[in-house]
T-cell receptor
Framework: EDKVVQSPLSLVVHEGDTVTLNCSYE??????LLWYKQEKKAPTFLFML????IEKKSGRLSSILDKKELFSILNITATQTGDSAVYLC?????????FGKGTRLHILP | GAVVSQHPSWVICKSGTSVKIECRSL??????MFWYRQFPKQSLMLMAT?????????EQGVEKDKFLINHASLTLSTLTVTSAHPEDSSFYIC????????????FGQGTRLTVV
């Protein structure tokens, strides 16, 4: 059975800290892994990762995929209170997006 | 990026009535639309996948007669919650894809349904 496991489930850090969120997966017919940020409403897209070892960056956020060890990490440096959200890892299977349970990140001022 | 508009944003209805939620892709043709449900502090659960002009494919455990999905055009899909009950109260989100996975699917703003 396909599964995606995110860790930690919840994380509280101080502003300025760097955080690393983890996503491990076991998926047949894996195509891509996606990261989303969800605040109060619908998720907003962060990254799509298809190839192993290639880091994607967007400002203070970066992500990389390891297809051999079956995991991805999402890094946020110099965190700000606006980074507080649930971060969702998802994979594409049979043209559907299946979500993990998410990591709830809270940044203290 | 592409825009997906979901309407209404929130709705309160009486138990036993039906509620229709619309999902529109505003600037691209969505060959595939997905409907998700999210309970408080939980992740998004895929309910069904709809392809334009075809019957929706429902995930295991989702009642197709309760959650009617129509995808009559390349820009519009609707989800109708029939004979709603309080346990149907949830956050419903649609996403739309042009069918190529070189880009991500785009999400609507979500609809918060409260059944009283």
């Amino acid at each position: 059975e396909d599964k995606v496991v995110q860790s930690p489930l919840s994380l509280v850090v101080h502003e300025g800290d760097t955080v690393t969120l983890n996503c491990s997966y076991e998926v047949t017919n894996f195509r891509s892994l996606l990261w989303y940020k969800q605040e109060k409403k619908a998720p907003t897209f962060l990254f799509m990762l298809t190839s192993s070892g290639i880091e994607k960056k967007s400002g203070r956020l970066s992500s990389i995929l390891d297809k051999k060890e079956l995991f991805s990490i999402l890094n946020i440096t110099a965190t700000q209170t606006g980074d507080s959200a649930v971060y969702l890892c998802a994979f594409i299977r049979d043209d559907k997006i299946i979500f993990g349970k998410g990591t709830r990140l809270h940044i203290l001022p | 990026g592409a825009v997906v508009s979901q309407h209404p944003s929130w709705v309160i209805c009486k138990s036993g009535t039906s509620v229709k939620i619309e999902c529109r892709s505003l600037d691209f043709q969505a060959t595939t639309m997905f409907w998700y449900r999210q309970f408080p502090k939980q992740s998004l659960m895929l309910m069904a996948t709809s392809n334009e002009g075809s019957k929706a494919t429902y995930e295991q455990g989702v009642e197709k007669d309760k959650f009617l999905i129509n995808h009559a055009s390349l820009t519009l899909s609707t989800l109708t919650v029939t004979s709603a009950h309080p346990e149907d109260s949830s956050f419903y989100i649609c996403s739309a894809s042009s069918g190529t996975w070189n880009t991500e699917a785009f999400f609507g703003q979500g609809t918060r349904l409260t059944v009283v």
